[in-house]
């Protein structure tokens, strides 16, 4: 079972539009962190978000982190072709420090 | 500042060989994490490392896996008498404390 689940799984889009990605789970969480991962490379940090109900912006990307640090979600506006990739949550498991737990990830296509 | 760097970034063996992984973590960093990364499947952590100490292996396989950190020179991540179910991409991280993690471009193992 997944500590933290993502969806949608899959999101197509076109230029121009927007989306929401989710990251959900039952634990609480001290750090939730987004990456974007494009094929053949690694995982690229995108945001590390530690405070409930924190919103942190980065151009075009929106994230907010749950008020009781169980969730959080990755808005992106106007999306562009370049957002295209694999977005994944993840976080260090409750009672653990070091390792991180990623969720599945939201494969992200943005059409022109 | 260089990024994290993994070498080799594609690497052939032969059931029954062994493979060697190299991570050299960023600048600064002492923390160094590997990851495995299945077809069609997440991240999943395998071990924490800081200088010559493993701080956290729960998620290395029991048999023919192993993991160091020097004092001088990269992480290495062995694999003995590799099979084919230990193709899959291995990444590895590194952090200056036990926080947000960078990772690097991963290597591709491919066993045949």
């Known amino acids: 079972t997944q500590l933290l689940e993502q969806s949608p799984q899959f999101l197509s889009i076109q230029e121009g539009e927007n989306l929401t990605v989710y990251c959900n789970s039952s634990?609480?969480?001290?750090?939730l962190q987004w990456y974007r991962q494009e094929p053949g490379e690694g995982p690229v940090l995108l945001v590390t978000?530690?405070?409930?109900?924190e919103v942190k912006k980065l151009k075009r990307l929106t994230f907010q982190f749950g008020d009781a640090r169980k969730d959080s979600s990755l808005h992106i506006t106007a999306a562009q072709p370049g957002d295209t990739g694999l977005y994944l949550c993840a976080g260090p498991p409750p009672g653990s420090w070091g390792k991180l737990q990623f969720g599945a990830g939201t494969q992200v296509v943005v059409t022109p | 500042n260089a990024g994290v760097m993994q070498n080799p970034r594609h690497l052939v063996r032969r059931r029954g060989q062994e493979a060697r992984l190299r991570c050299s973590p960023m600048k600064g960093h002492s923390h160094v994490y590997w990851y495995r990364q299945l077809p069609e499947e997440g991240l999943k952590f395998m071990v924490y490392?800081?200088?010559?100490?493993?701080?956290?292996e729960s998620g290395m396989p029991k048999e023919r896996f192993s993991a160091e950190f020097p004092k001088e020179g990269p992480s290495i991540l062995r694999i003995q008498q590799v099979v084919r179910g230990d193709s899959a991409a291995y990444f590895c991280?590194?952090?200056?404390?036990?926080?947000?993690?960078?990772f690097g471009p991963g290597t591709r193992l491919t066993v045949l």
């Open positions: 991280a590194s952090s200056p404390s036990s926080d947000t993690q960078y």
């Open positions: 634990s609480v969480f001290s750090s």
């Open positions: 490392l800081q200088k010559e100490n493993i701080i956290d």
């Open positions: 978000v530690v405070t409930g109900g």
